[in-house]
C-alpha cells in the first residue's frame, strides 16, 4: 500500500501500477496555484468497457504532472438506474496544476471523445470521470461540487480510493478504510484485478 498521497515513493521505485509522466505543460494549466492532489472515480459500462478505461488513462496522462496512482478495477451493479449492464469502475491518483473548473472542463473534454451523451440521470455511459477529492479543499459551484457530493455513500468509490488514502477522513471523522469495509460487506463490487490484467480477461 503506497504512503498517503504516495508520490515521492512513487517516483523513486516506479513499481506502482499505470506510474507514467505527462508529456508537459497543457495551455489550460493555471501555474499559480502550484501542484494540487486529486482522486478522480472512472466508470464505464458501454463498449469496451476495459479499452475505455485504459484509453482514459492515457488521456488523463496529458493533464497529469507526474504518475498516476491506479487503484484495482472493480465490477459493480448499477446505482439509480438499475435497467443497464454492470459497471467496471477505479480511482486515480494525480496531482495537476488544474484549477478545479478547468480540471472539470478537462475531463468533461475527455468524456466526449469516448462519445459520453448524458440522456438519463445514472443510466449507461462509454465513459464517467468524477472528481471526487481536490486537496482538501471544498469547492461549490452549481456544476461541481468537491468532495463529490455522493462518494461516502459509493462503495465503487470507497472502496478503490481506500486502496490509495485507505487513513484519509471523510464523513463523521471515520477513515476511508472503515467506510470501504463497511461498503465492502454490502456486496455488489467485485475486484477483477489491475488494470492490466483485467484487461487481459475482460472484453
Given at each position: ?125 462509454t465513459l464517467d470521470i468524477d472528481i471526487l477529492l481536490y486537496d482538501h ?27 490509495l488514502i485507505p487513513e484519509r477522513r471523510g464523513l463523521g471523522g471515520r ?29
Amino acid at each position: 500500500m503506497p504512503p498517503r498521497d504516495g508520490w515521492d515513493a512513487l517516483r523513486s521505485s516506479g513499481s506502482h501500477d499505470e506510474m507514467r509522466r505527462g508529456p508537459g505543460v497543457p495551455r489550460a494549466w493555471d501555474g499559480r496555484g502550484g501542484v494540487h492532489t486529486v482522486y478522480l472515480g472512472l466508470g464505464s459500462n458501454q463498449g469496451s468497457r476495459i479499452r475505455n478505461l485504459l484509453g482514459a488513462l492515457d488521456e488523463l496522462r496529458r493533464l497529469a504532472v507526474g504518475p498516476l496512482m491506479c487503484s484495482c478495477v472493480y465490477e459493480t451493479r448499477p446505482v439509480g438506474y438499475l435497467a443497464q449492464p454492470d459497471f467496471l469502475n477505479l480511482v486515480v491518483g494525480m496531482q495537476v496544476l488544474l484549477r478545479p473548473r478547468d480540471l472539470l472542463a478537462g475531463v468533461q473534454a475527455i468524456e466526449t471523445r469516448f462519445g459520453r451523451v448524458r440522456q438519463i440521470r445514472f443510466g449507461p455511459r462509454t465513459l464517467d470521470i468524477d472528481i471526487l477529492l481536490y486537496d482538501h479543499e471544498y469547492v461549490c459551484f452549481r456544476d461541481l461540487q468537491i468532495p463529490h457530493p455522493r462518494m461516502w455513500e459509493r462503495g465503487f468509490v470507497l472502496i478503490p480510493l481506500a486502496e490509495l488514502i485507505p487513513e484519509r477522513r471523510g464523513l463523521g471523522g471515520r477513515t476511508l478504510r472503515e467506510m470501504a469495509e463497511s461498503a465492502a460487506s454490502e456486496g455488489g463490487v467485485c475486484c477483477v484485478g489491475r488494470i492490466r490484467e483485467a484487461a487481459a480477461c475482460i472484453p
